[in-house]
């Protein structure tokens, strides 16, 4: 399994990106898949969810509302649409993906088996 992140940059306050991240190696059909984040200085954190089968979703309470999380199935890619992006939000977004967990599961660093190399975001002030 490899995935690739791509589309972090630099953008000003209240502005928005789209992150992909394309998916290789097997068939995803019944796995998860998130993007995590982690800002200078910090611990990587979870952000956004998905299930790849049936689209199911789940958000950390810092970006719901301005993030959403969804993916195209026949190109092995999920997004991440972020808008009314904040300072805070600085960080290396990591995708990650594992075989199906507990929906209770799916906000834990340690449930993914495999990740991306990351893609920097940053967002001027």
């Known amino acids: 399994v490899q995935l690739q992140a791509f589309g972090g940059g630099l953008v000003q306050a209240g502005g928005s990106l789209r992150l992909s991240c394309v998916a290789s190696g097997r068939t995803f059909r019944d796995w998860d898949m998130a993007w995590f984040r982690q800002a200078p200085g910090k611990e990587r954190e979870f952000a956004a969810a998905?299930?790849?089968?049936?689209?199911?979703?789940v958000y950390a309470d810092s970006v719901k509302g301005r993030f959403t999380i969804s993916r195209d199935g026949p190109k092995n890619i999920i997004y991440l649409q972020m808008n009314s992006l904040k300072p805070d939000d600085t960080a290396v977004y990591y995708c990650?993906?594992?075989?199906?967990?507990?929906?209770?599961?799916?906000?834990?660093?340690?449930?993914?088996?495999?990740w991306g190399q990351g893609t920097l975001v940053t967002v001027s002030s």
């Open positions: 990650a993906t594992t075989p199906r967990v507990a929906y209770s599961a799916l906000e834990a660093l340690s449930s993914y088996d495999y």
């Open positions: 998905i299930r790849w089968s049936g689209g199911t979703t």
